[in-house]
Every structure is written in structure tokens, then in C-alpha cells.
């Protein structure tokens, strides 16, 4: 067991030797509090004093006659004025007019046709220019009785290029619909007439939610690059720094365990990670409501910062700030110096960066992969947030996720700490990780193994489903490639990693004989769990719990029903016998043994049924495969096998599906007494059915529990303590 008084201590240790040094005091406080209103504020500055520059500088437009040259300054003259008396007219109203002001100095050359493009390409003459067909214009709007047409000449690379020609595009648009007003009301008809509709735009978004939107373009990637950044520094002192000052030796010598240390420097660089994560957050939080920035991105728009998000966001930092602090910690380790661990994390901020760069491109949105994408999730989750758009089951699978990704990294952090090749060896280390030469057998799987198999199948998985989904129009094949890729994915390739790593495969996947109360027990699990978890579901379509709705329900009955065309056994063997193995050999299995030497049992039992939940990517039926899943965990947990929670899976997914079947429903409902109207099917199961299914649960509870004469622990039934005493827990 761990002794949480010596990692507080040592936390408490680590943390102030981190706080004495200053430059760790500049990095966490003095960089996020100060830097970001000196940069804001002084590009606000710089920005507007290049614009006042721009606006004092003198435009120079280039035509190709002394003719058109004059026309020109008279209409530019005059739609100065025409802006002044708006302007004005606008001030004594009090309110504000959203096209701006013609150009007010401008100065006019005249330039051979075929070098202007040259000269404003290379700003040697003019800033921008002119071509006008028929060159010369007429004096006033009576006489224009043919078709102007103009051509603005612009470097869109060049500011000052680009502002002059934007200007005069505007300008001599504006004297356009001047010239048609005026004929119009010379003509004496209605404005109708000439502009038959008028389209005017209405903004529905919220100051707090233009807010957000401003804020989501630069506020996420510097969250998580701000997190990483944050990580770095401690994770180096406490590994390489320690090393190099040859202090780590003698924390190593300790009475402590190596499981204790590594936890207590793994919440040191996930703290002050955190707090460098809060400081920049509140620094630009403050900065774009007090600095003026938000102003002046949102052009005049009333905005408001959404301030009670940003607790929320923070709130969700956690787990990447554990990802990250694993991470380095771990990179860490294997240096031998700090200038060498330096080198060693910069890889990882470019593989970090990598999806965070992909999720902060416009147009990027919180659907398919991106949703379980490391990094990329939490960006645009952070922007979905400030929007006020994310959903309560994308947040969940997206925050699961990230904990799966995070539990993992800190389980690997533990192992490669605890290791002697990484801790006094030479940086040849890197190869023993992988090297089977190097690996001492083991009777049951170590945490880590578990953990990282479990994670990096998670998004694997993902990705295998939904292009499957998008690549075939038959549901079928679609059912049949999918369960084939199960059985690699969950069955065959752990089993090949577990004997790769030297692990025993019947320990590590509990494939052993169970008791005949446990074989019973799982039947009665099977034959009632069908109706309890058709009950559960009900229960959520009344109150609407996790979107769950009478179209979501209908929507999978639809999906169901393509499978009709299959046989009955077929289907029981795509649908009910391939996931009971191939799901129990990897959750209640491989999972639950790795996790079973490193935690008690309820935790590992919940972790398991969570992750279990997760991987079905449904956040309508998270309620019922987690609940279906503390119940097999429970099964496995209690009778040391797996087959008593396959039995049960296998049961569970078999008599829905027969009730499904029309071959086989009809006759199996006429049986139960079930209605099998099309109205009764999102109805309450009949009392004669509920009620025995819960006795059947809780005499299958009971048989779990009730221990019987004691058994005689051997090396395939080790339980947790003794493993521990052992020394397999934290491995």
C-alpha cells in the first residue's frame, strides 16, 4: 500500500526546492503576468501607429491621363466631403456608421499604361493605380451614357498597397450608386424601382458569445502550448538536474518506494504544469478584458469575455496537464544531463504540437477522429466552450479519453523511473525498453503494459470504425469486417504482446477453471441483465437523461434491422460470441489483471467498466454499458476467470438479438409474454418479466459473494496485497 504521508512530504520537498530557484519563479509567474499585456498592448500600439502613419501619409495613385487624373481628384474630392457630412451627421445623432471615410490625402500621377503594374508591384512611383475604359470621364452624372469600366491596380502583399487600392475600390464604388441615385430621383421613380430588395443582416450572437469566438481563435493553442512549456522545466530539474547534481542516488537509497518517489515528483511537475496553465489563462483573460484587445479585434462589436468558462476550462486542463507532466517526466528519465533532456523533449513538443496546430485550422470541427485525437480534442473542446456549443456527451468522451491517455503516460513514467537501466545505466536505455533480451518474464501482466495496449487500441478503434462506416454502403459487411478486426484487435494481437513481454498468458487473461457457483452466477447474470438494462433505458428516454430519445432509439432499431437477412446463428456469432470473447479477453481480462496488481478492487473494477463504456463511442448507452460492465468486472474479480463474464456477455448480447430476429422474436416473446406491438416496443417490460430478472441479479450478487471454504493461494491466484508484498505493484 502507499504511504501518502511520505509522497506529501516529498511533494512538499520537490515543490519548495522548485520554488528557491528563480528562474522557475520567472517561467510559472513573472512570464504569464507580464508578457502577455506587454505583447498585446504594445501590438495594439504598434498596430495603431502604423495605421496613423498610413492614414498621414499621402496615398499616391497612378493613372494613365492628365484626363482621368482630373476626373478623379473630383470625385474623390467630393466623397471626402460626402464622408465628412456623414460624419458628422452621425456624431450629432450619437451613433456610429459602418463604412468608414474616403481617402483624404491622396495624390494623383500620371503614369504610362505599361509601366503601372510594374511601379506599384515594386512601390517605386505609385502605391496603387487606376486603368479606366474609356480613359477620359464625363464631368458630371448627366452625362455618363455609357458603362465606366475600371480597373484597380493593388499589391495585396504590400500594406500600404493594399489599404490604397481597397480605398479606392470603396471610393468609386460609393460614386457608382451616387451617379444611380441621382438619376433615380431625377426620373422621379421609386427607390423600389432601381434596388428591388434590400437585404440587411441581423447578428444574433451575444456579446458573450462573440466573446468567446474571438477569444477561441488564440486562447487554446496558447493554453496548451503554455502547459507544455510548464511541464518542462520542473520535469528536467527533478530527473536529469538531480542526477547531474548527483542527488538522485541518494533519494534512490531511501526507504521509500520507487512508486512513492516517482508519485510525489509526478504531482510536483503536474502542479506547477497546472499553475502555469492558470496564470497564463488568467493573465489573458484579464489582458483582453482591461487592455483594450478585445475591442479592437472585435471591431467596435460589443463583446464580453466569457469569464465563468474559463474556471470550466481549467477544470478540464487537469488531464492534459497529467498527460504532459507523465510524458516529460518520463522522457526525462533517460537523460543524463539537463542540455541532454532538453534535447529529449523537444520531440515531444512537436508531436504535441502537431495535432494542436490541426485543430486550431479554421474549419476544424469536434466530429469524427478529432474527437479522440490526444491534444487536438482539448483544443477545439477549449474553443467549443467559449462558444458555448460542446455538447454533455462529446465533453465526456472527449475528457475520458484524455484520462485514458493520461493514466497511461503515468503508468509508463512509473515503470521507466523504477527501472535500474534507466536510472544508473548509460542512455542505451532507450533499446532495453524494447528489447526482448531485455525483458524478465512475469506471471501477471504490470499496469503499464495494460494501460498503454488499452490506450493506443482506443483511438485505433475509432478510426477503424468510422472509415469502415464511411467506405461501405452494406451494413452487413460492414458488421462482418468490423468483428473480424475485433478478434485481431482485442484477442489475438494481446494475447502476441503479453507473449512478447514474457507474460504468463493464462495469468494474464484469467484463463482458468472457474467454481460452479461462479458458472451459475454468470448464467443468471445473462438471463436477467437483458431486461434490467432494457428497464435502465427506459428510465433515461422518460427523463431525457444523456440524449436519449424516442428518433435515437428508433434510429438503432433501423440500423438493427439490416441484419435481418442474416441467419440467426450467423448473427449470434457475429453479434453475440465474437464480442463476448473478444471484448472479455481484453477488458475483464488483460485490463482488469493489469490493473488489479497496482489498485484495489472497486477502482479497478469502475476503471474497467468505464473504459469498457467508452469504447463503444454511444454516449446514449454509457449508463447501461458501464452498469453492464462493473457487473462482468464484478464476475471476474470475485472468481479469478474469464469465462464466467463471457458467459454472461455472450447471454446478454444472444437474447437480445433473438428477440430482435423475426425468425426467433415472435416465438421467444409468445414465450415470455412480451407485446411486441411497434408502440410497446420503448415500453416498461411486463412485471412478470422485471421482477424475477432482479431476483436472478441478486442471487447471482449473492453467489459472488459468499466465499465458501477458503482457498489455497497459489501462484495463478495471487490477491493484490500479496502481490504488492511481492513487489508487482507499481511495476
Not at 482621368?68 to 470625385?75: F, G, V
Not at 463583446?303 to 517526466?329: E, G, Q
Not at 481480462?589 to 496488481?597: M, S
Not at 489498485?599 to 473494477?605: D, E, G, M, Q
Amino acid at each position: 500500500m502507499l504511504n501518502y504521508t511520505r509522497i506529501k512530504r516529498l511533494y512538499i520537498k520537490e515543490m519548495l526546492d522548485i520554488l528557491r530557484d528563480r528562474r522557475a519563479l520567472i517561467a510559472m509567474i513573472v512570464v504569464p503576468i507580464v508578457l502577455y499585456p506587454l505583447l498585446m498592448l504594445g501590438s495594439i500600439q504598434a498596430a495603431s501607429l502604423q495605421v496613423g502613419k498610413l492614414k498621414e501619409k499621402p496615398l499616391i495613385i497612378g493613372v494613365q491621363t492628365h484626363g482621368a487624373a482630373q476626373s478623379l481628384a473630383a470625385i474623390l474630392r467630393e466623397d471626402a466631403e460626402r464622408a465628412a457630412r456623414r460624419q458628422a451627421k452621425a456624431d450629432e445623432e450619437g451613433v456610429k456608421i459602418g463604412e468608414s471615410a474616403a481617402i483624404e490625402k491622396f495624390q494623383i500621377i500620371v503614369v504610362e499604361p505599361q509601366n503601372l503594374e510594374e511601379w506599384v508591384r515594386t512601390s517605386a512611383v505609385a502605391d496603387c493605380g487606376v486603368m479606366f475604359d474609356p480613359p477620359r470621364l464625363p464631368p458630371n452624372w448627366q452625362e455618363w451614357q455609357q458603362q465606366v469600366h475600371a480597373e484597380v491596380v493593388a499589391d495585396s502583399a504590400e500594406i500600404s498597397s493594399s489599404i490604397a487600392g481597397a480605398r479606392l475600390k470603396k471610393a468609386l464604388n460609393r460614386h457608382g450608386r451616387l451617379i444611380v441615385k441621382l438619376r433615380n430621383d431625377w426620373e422621379g421613380r421609386p427607390e423600389w424601382y432601381i434596388n428591388p430588395m434590400v437585404v440587411d443582416e441581423i447578428d444574433v450572437a451575444t456579446a458573450e458569445k462573440r466573446g468567446g469566438g474571438m477569444l477561441g481563435q488564440i486562447l487554446p493553442l496558447i493554453l496548451i502550448l503554455m502547459t507544455i512549456t510548464g511541464s518542462i522545466y520542473p520535469a528536467i530539474d527533478l530527473t536529469a538536474g538531480e542526477r547531474e547534481r548527483g542527488t538522485l542516488e541518494t533519494l534512490m537509497v531511501c526507504p521509500i518506494p520507487v512508486v512513492e518517489i516517482i508519485i510525489g515528483k509526478f504531482l510536483v511537475v503536474a502542479s506547477v504544469a497546472l499553475t502555469g496553465a492558470a496564470l497564463n489563462l488568467c493573465s489573458m483573460g484579464l489582458t483582453l478584458q482591461f487592455g483594450g484587445f478585445n475591442e479592437a479585434l472585435a471591431a467596435g462589436a460589443e463583446t464580453t469575455i466569457p469569464a465563468r468558462v474559463l474556471p470550466v476550462i481549467l477544470l478540464f486542463l487537469i488531464p492534459l496537464a497529467v498527460l504532459f507532466s507523465a510524458l516529460m517526466l518520463a522522457v526525462c528519465s533517460f537523460a543524463r544531463t539537463f542540455k541532454e533532456a532538453q534535447n529529449y523533449v523537444t520531440p515531444v513538443i512537436v508531436c504535441a504540437l502537431v495535432p494542436a496546430g490541426l485543430a486550431a485550422m479554421p474549419g476544424t470541427e469536434l466530429e469524427g477522429f478529432m474527437v479522440v485525437m490526444p491534444v487536438g480534442n482539448m483544443v477545439l473542446l477549449t474553443r467549443e466552450l467559449l462558444l458555448g456549443n460542446a455538447d454533455a456527451g462529446t465533453i465526456l468522451i472527449v475528457m475520458l479519453s484524455t484520462c485514458l491517455y493520461a493514466l497511461t503516460a503515468v503508468a509508463v513514467a512509473v515503470r521507466v523511473f523504477g527501472q535500474e537501466a534507466v536510472m544508473f545505466a548509460d542512455s542505451g536505455s532507450w533499446r532495453a525498453q524494447f528489447d526482448r533480451r531485455m525483458i524478465r518474464p512475469s506471471t501477471h501482466p504490470k499496469p503499464t503494459l495494460a494501460l498503454m495496449y488499452v490506450a493506443l487500441l482506443f483511438p485505433a478503434w475509432f478510426y477503424i470504425q468510422g472509415g469502415l462506416g464511411l467506405r461501405s454502403d452494406d451494413f452487413v459487411v460492414t458488421v462482418v469486417i468490423t468483428q473480424i478486426l475485433m478478434i485481431l484487435c482485442f484477442a489475438l494481437l494481446p494475447i502476441a504482446v503479453v507473449m512478447y513481454y514474457k507474460v504468463d498468458v493464462r495469468n494474464s487473461f484469467s484463463l482458468r477453471v472457474p467454481r460452479l457457483r461462479y458458472l451459475l452466477a454468470a448464467v443468471l447474470v445473462g438471463l436477467s441483465t437483458w431486461a434490467l438494462t432494457h428497464e435502465l433505458i427506459m428510465v433515461q428516454l422518460k427523463y431525457g437523461l444523456f440524449g436519449i430519445t424516442e428518433e435515437v432509439l428508433k434510429s438503432s432499431s433501423e440500423a438493427g434491422e439490416q441484419l435481418l437477412s442474416l441467419p440467426p446463428l450467423a448473427a449470434l456469432f457475429l453479434l453475440a460470441l465474437v464480442p463476448g470473447i473478444s471484448e472479455e479477453l481484453l477488458f475483464r481480462g488483460l485490463f482488469l489483471n493489469g490493473l488489479r496488481t497496482a489498485t484495489r478492487k472497486w477502482p479497478a473494477i469502475i476503471a474497467v467498466a468505464v473504459t469498457f463504456s467508452v469504447y463503444h463511442y454511444v454516449i446514449q448507452r454509457f449508463v447501461v454499458t458501464v452498469s453492464l460492465g462493473i457487473l462482468l468486472a464484478y464476475l471476474c474479480w470475485q472468481s479469478r476467470s474469464v469465462f464466467p463474464a463471457m458467459i454472461a456477455h455472450i447471454m446478454h448480447n444472444g437474447i437480445q438479438l433473438l428477440l430482435g430476429l423475426p425468425a426467433t422474436g415472435d416465438r421467444l416473446g409468445r414465450f415470455l409474454r412480451i407485446p411486441t406491438s411497434e408502440d410497446d416496443a420503448l415500453a416498461h417490460l411486463p412485471w412478470h418479466i422485471v421482477v424475477p430478472a432482479a431476483v436472478l441479479l441478486v442471487l447471482a450478487i449473492a453467489l459472488c459473494r459468499w466465499e465458501g471454504r477458503p482457498a489455497v493461494a497459489t501462484d495463478d491466484a495471487l490477491s493484490s496485497d500479496e502481490l504488492g508484498r511481492s513487489g508487482a505493484v507499481g511495476n
